[in-house]
């Protein structure tokens, strides 16, 4: 308890000294520590930093885990002011490596051999070390060039530790700054904490890589490294050795002779592939993770790097986001708010009429300029910025996927700075969610879970007596809350009014399902033409039952 207090006035010390009190105004114990600006601290020049760089630095120097913190803050564009968000960005990761007697120790104790029974040659000296791991250059006894990725040793013990503190400052914010609500301190360190024990596991992180690699096996324009698995453990990670230009090496790639436009382009390709064909995406693609190819300049490729950090959205919120990015593509405003309330971001009481006026103030000045100068992502952050004023609540994956969708784009433009991404993003969207949400689409998930539904049918018959049995007798029990009376009422009339043309429609729907999935004559490319058929139909009738 004593350490913990003792490291606890350090950082109220160190933040302090650097002057980041006006960040925490409000708080009791930073009142008292403002009495360290008089002490000769040594950071003469402090007072002529900005208030984004001087967080920087601090951080720094309070440890490689304070330099994680940071990054994963930069994250949060809804909750930061722009100038703080991007010095943050900028942290790297970069610490002095830890001893190799140490990684040999742990690699053995992991995969249960020696070294040099398990690798024909072994680096001693690390390529990279972080704050997580440190990654080493091997051969395996196959002739095949690898990379082992160990986790430092006792960063668990350090995590937790710095976590317990963090959990504690980020209370006392919440509690005591004027906007502690708000920034949701304490949400933000928890947020930091799944992130860092993800990252602490090198079997999930070879598994992110492994099913992005299968997602995009056949792909020319993504290469993940391979894993392997029998060398892979806990704590160590072995892959692929790959080599390739670093995308920030510009100078280099033009010597090559790259065609940046295509590059930049298949990047923000890439991007959407992930998210809205896969639902799987690298969440951590900055330059420093991804290499290219540029054995072919004409075709050159991405090689990513690093999964210790993926996302993926739930059913929901995947679809939402990707017709509010169609609807913000088309400038259709109303659509925007409309999907806000249907997704559960904003209160279902919102009013629509002010929530479209808000997206359409955000937005509209956009396309007022070339929009090869336009940031679509930081359109899209802005709008979630402004939909705060109605509430507007965010899961982690979404706050990752800004993060992505700003990587993305900032290394594009780097790429080619006349990179027109609504040109590139729209039709790719729109591709994709043809395919996924479309007809044939549609059919074989029926298809799919008609089986299950057919075999629980026959419990329905069941279910529907004993259900009219109590209620027959008085002893069926509902419980329908107060405020949702008065809108049971108007909706009672509508849902009348649309049963039997919902039924009918779900009939036809059915039926075309049970009729599609199966080579019933005439086909129609290799789909029953009458199932399809009555997809239509039973399509169109609910369609035009739920309008009325």
Request: proline share 6%.
């Amino acid at each position: 308890m004593i350490r913990h207090s003792m490291r606890m006035v350090s950082i109220v010390l160190t933040l302090t000294s650097y002057r980041l009190d006006e960040l925490l105004d409000g708080v009791p114990m930073f009142k008292l520590a403002r009495l360290a600006r008089f002490l000769p601290l040594g950071r003469g020049k402090v007072g002529t930093l900005s208030r984004g760089e001087r967080l920087r630095l601090a951080l720094q120097e309070l440890g490689p885990i304070y330099v994680k913190f940071g990054q994963i803050l930069s994250t949060r564009r809804d909750l930061l002011p722009p100038d703080i968000a991007d010095e943050l960005a900028g942290l790297q990761d970069a610490v002095a490596p830890f001893p190799s007697d140490q990684a040999r120790a742990i690699i053995e104790a992991q995969l249960k051999k020696p070294v040099a029974e398990l690798f024909a040659e072994f680096e001693d000296r690390p390529l990279a070390s972080a704050s997580i791991a440190q990654v080493h250059g091997a051969v395996l006894n196959t002739g095949e060039a690898v990379v082992v990725k160990v986790v430092r040793p006792g960063i668990e013990a350090q995590i937790e530790r710095d976590l317990t503190l963090l959990k504690s400052l980020g209370a006392l914010v919440r509690r005591y700054h004027p906007e502690g609500d708000r920034i949701r301190p304490d949400d933000i360190v928890k947020e930091f904490g799944r992130v860092v024990h993800e990252e602490l596991d090198m079997q999930s992180e070879a598994a992110n890589a492994s099913l992005i690699r299968r997602n995009f096996e056949d792909s020319t324009e993504l290469y993940i490294p391979a894993i392997h698995w029998p060398l892979t453990a806990s704590r160590v990670l072995v892959m692929e050795r790959v080599s390739g230009v670093p995308v920030r090496d510009i100078p280099e790639l033009k010597r090559r002779g790259v065609d940046l436009e295509k590059l930049a382009r298949r990047g923000v390709r890439l991007f959407y592939t992930q998210v809205f064909r896969d639902n799987l995406f690298h969440a951590d693609m900055h330059p420093g993770n991804i290499l290219v190819d540029a054995s072919d300049p004409d075709e050159p490729t991405l090689i990513a790097l690093d999964f210790g950090i993926v996302g993926s959205l739930t059913p929901n919120d995947l679809y939402y986001i990707g017709e509010n990015f169609l609807a913000i593509f088309n400038r259709d405003y109303r659509r925007v708010a409309e999907l806000h309330v249907a997704a559960g971001w904003v209160p279902p009481d919102t009013r629509i009429d002010e929530l479209e006026a808000a997206t359409r103030t955000v937005c509209e000045p956009a396309f007022t300029r070339p929009l090869e100068d336009v940031s679509f992502a930081e359109t899209v952050i802005s709008l979630f910025q402004v939909a705060r004023r109605f509430k507007l609540t965010l899961q982690p994956q979404l706050i990752m996927l800004q993060k992505t969708l700003l990587n993305i784009e900032g290394m594009g433009r780097d790429l080619y700075p006349k990179l027109n991404i609504w040109e590139v993003a729209k039709p790719e969207l729109e591709g994709i969610y043809r395919e996924r949400y479309g007809l044939p689409r549609t059919a074989e998930r029926i298809t799919r879970q008609l089986p299950s539904l057919l075999a629980r049918s026959p419990e329905v018959p069941n279910l529907l007596f004993e259900a009219l049995k109590l209620a027959s007798t008085g002893k069926l029990r509902t419980r329908i809350d107060s405020e949702d009376l008065e809108k049971l009422g108007d909706q009672v009339g509508r849902h009348n009014r649309r049963l039997p043309g919902a039924i009918l429609g779900a009939g036809f729907l059915i039926t075309g399902a049970v009729l599609a999935g199966y080579e019933i004559s005439p086909l129609l490319s290799g789909y029953s033409a009458p199932g399809l058929l009555s997809l239509v139909i039973g399509l169109i009738v609910g369609w035009k039952s739920l309008r009325n």
